[in-house]
């Protein structure tokens, strides 16, 4: 398996110097030239959540050797995840939630960034890279504080993590800021999660800056979802999930799905994409924006308009304007035309506006206020007793209106991304507790005695740990922030 760049198709590289590389030099993404297809569902049905992974990730990672690629599962997937499954499918009336915040920072970046280290190693490996590696990442909230978890401690490598300074909630922030390990380090941003996506990009894009880092003995990385090593691991679960529907007899063998994905990034979904690419039976993909709705105007009318207010939620990790992974859905729904996506996307980022016309019918895009998302949660609560995010609120929300519009009968799972206790104040608010001048472990404990769920441990943990980072910075400061810290040591 090759991967090539969706804005130069003379790129061709491996596995391992794509997972290195997180994004091609021209600014373009790296794809699969193909998707390997699975022949008989039927195979899978005896396998677990790790055989499914080493079955999935050795085709998409052909370069890195079987051996290491188990070994890398069965040590990203072990008891830092609360539940043996990793992915529990949870029924509750006639949809499935499956539940991807079992892992050590409760939201769904664990799944892909609990393995990324090990691959990242591996690649390292294979290309005889002696230098150290330094991990670039811009978060909206989950991607950094799982990151920082996942790559603290590692030698040869170092973690730099971009938050935007009031686009994360308490807890995400406090996770980030008292993390612990002399390789990691975190800055607030003063903008917002695009300032910070951008920024990043930026970095990678400005090669004189990373001939210097080489010279000093570095080279750059990415944790986001950009890199292919982050896409990958996420198609698993697409897979599992089926598979344990079959196991159930909750469908037939090739029955049809849909997927509800509350979407930020896009990174998420596309996995969902590369499964029915392989060929998963998947009805469709639902694309679930909060008020933040560039993504689901776009599969309304294919124009992509991103010249708007970035608006605060109360579901910060997909407060995004500027959907990254996009770029690779539209670069596979186009057969793989470079000059047109680097057309595209340079009118992106001058006008903040492009139109482009390609079916997109694996799709239905829709989008959930803030008092929809207040409605989800404390309807799921007061009716079936199930607690959700306000992540997970918003996909529920919108397959509400969905089903209500199409009338659509297909078994569904909504993707459930992060624990509600992630989010607190606004989970609590919905269901009806007071949280006006309370603090935030207050509100916390209140959650937990009224849903009768046990805090989970890595909150718990939190409210006794101290701060170690307390570097802030503008955006045109964070290449400056990166030679401060590279220098340090
Ligand atoms: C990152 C994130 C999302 C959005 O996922 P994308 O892959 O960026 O679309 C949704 N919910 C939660 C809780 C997240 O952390």
């Given at each position: 398996m090759k991967y090539t760049s969706t804005r130069d198709k003379s790129v061709s590289i491996s596995a391992s110097e794509a997972i290195i590389q997180g994004i091609s030099k021209e600014g373009?993404?790296?794809?699969?030239?193909y998707f390997p297809k699975i022949k008989e569902l039927v195979d899978l049905i005896d396998m677990n959540y790790e055989e499914i992974a080493v079955f999935i990730m050795s085709q998409f990672f052909s370069d890195?050797?079987?051996?290491?690629?188990?070994?890398?599962v069965y040590k990203a997937y072990d008891d830092k995840f609360k539940s043996s499954l990793i992915t529990p499918l949870v029924k509750v009336d006639d949809v499935f939630f499956l539940e991807l915040y079992h892992g050590p920072t409760l939201a769904f970046k664990d799944i892909a960034l609990s393995i990324l280290p090990y691959l990242l190693k591996e690649s390292i490996k294979i290309n005889q890279i002696t230098k150290d590696v330094v991990i670039l990442t811009a978060t909206s909230g989950d991607t950094g504080k799982a990151a920082l978890e996942a790559f603290a401690?590692?030698?040869?490598?170092?973690?730099i993590v971009f938050f935007p300074k009031d686009g994360v909630s308490q807890v995400q922030k406090l996770q980030m800021i008292t993390q612990e390990g002399h390789n990691t380090c975190v800055i607030s941003?003063?903008?917002?999660f695009d300032d910070a996506q951008s920024g990043v990009k930026e970095i990678f894009n400005d090669l004189e800056f990373i001939d210097e880092l080489f010279k000093n003995d570095y080279v750059l990385s990415s944790a986001n979802s950009i890199n292919i090593g982050r896409l990958v691991p996420q198609v698993v679960y697409y897979f599992n999930s089926y598979v344990t529907l079959l196991k159930n007899g909750d469908i037939n063998i090739d029955e049809k799905v849909n997927f509800v994905v509350p979407t930020g990034n896009f990174g998420n979904i596309l996995a969902g994409y590369y499964a029915k690419e392989m060929g998963l039976p998947i009805n469709k993909l639902i694309c679930a924006s909060n008020d933040n709705n560039v993504l689901s105007d776009f599969l309304d009318t294919g124009v992509y308009d991103k010249n708007r207010e970035l608006i605060l939620s109360t579901s910060p990790s997909m407060d995004i304007l500027i959907s990254s992974n996009l770029e690779r859905l539209l670069f596979h729904k186009s057969q793989g035309d470079d000059k047109l996506l680097a057309d595209k996307m340079n009118q992106l980022s001058e006008r903040g506006v492009y139109e482009i016309d390609l079916s997109l019918n694996d799709f239905y895009g829709s989008y959930a206020?803030?008092?929809e998302v207040s409605l989800s949660i404390n309807s799921l609560f007061q009716n079936n007793d199930y607690l959700v995010d306000p992540h997970t609120a918003v996909a529920?929300?919108?397959?509400t209106k969905y089903k209500d519009l199409t009338k659509d009968k297909t078994k569904t799972i909504i993707v459930s991304t992060a624990s509600p206790f992630k989010f607190g104040p606004k989970v609590a608010s919905s269901i009806g507790l007071n949280v006006k001048d309370k603090d935030e472990f207050t509100i916390l404990k209140n959650l937990s005695q009224l849903s009768k769920i046990d805090l989970p441990a890595p909150i718990k943990d939190l409210e006794n740990k101290d701060i170690k980072h307390f570097n802030s910075c503008n955006k045109q400061e964070m290449k400056e922030m990166v030679e401060l810290f590279l220098r340090r040591d």
């Open positions: 373009g993404l790296f794809v699969p030239k890195i050797p079987l051996e290491k690629i188990k070994e890398s401690h590692i030698d040869g490598i170092k973690i941003i003063n903008g917002n206020s803030e008092e529920h929300r919108v397959y």
